[in-house]
Nanobody, 125 residues
Framework: VQLVESGGGMVSPGGSLTLSCVTSGFNFKDYVIGWFRQAPGKEREGVACVSNVDGRIDYVDSVKGRFSITSDHNTNTVTLQMNNLKPEDTATYYC???????????????????YGKGTLVTVSS
């Protein structure tokens, strides 16, 4: 399983960023793909996930209405569109993958089997 993130950077509060995760090495349509983040000194937090099995999408409450996750079965890529970014969104964002098919709350609590190396998002004025 390979997960390669891109798209991080620095943005002002209220700005937008798009993160991409290019996947390979597994059967994309059988996996749940997600995004987690970890800020310095804080625990890892689940942000969003999408099931390629049944299309279910889940978000952590703090990003609902601002972030949008999409899955492209043609390119095996998952994108996280982040709008109205806030300083508290500052973190390293990790793409993740799991062969199960649980709801988002399960993954946000227990994590997933595989993670990429991460991409840094900084929201600051």
């Amino acid at each position: 399983v390979q997960l390669v993130e891109s798209g991080g950077g620095m943005v002002s509060p209220g700005g937008s960023l798009t993160l991409s995760c290019v996947t390979s090495g597994f059967n994309f349509k059988d996996y749940v793909i997600g995004w987690f983040r970890q800020a310095p000194g804080k625990e890892r937090e689940g942000v969003a996930c999408v099931s390629n099995v049944d299309g279910r999408i889940d978000y952590v409450d703090s990003v609902k209405g601002r972030f949008s996750i999409t899955s492209d079965h043609n390119t095996n890529t998952v994108t996280l569109q982040m709008n109205n970014l806030k300083p508290e969104d500052t973190a390293t964002y990790y793409c993740s993958a799991d062969p199960g098919d649980y709801i988002g709350a399960y993954y946000f609590y227990y994590g997933m089997d595989h993670y990429g190396k991460g991409t840094l998002v900084t929201v600051s004025s």
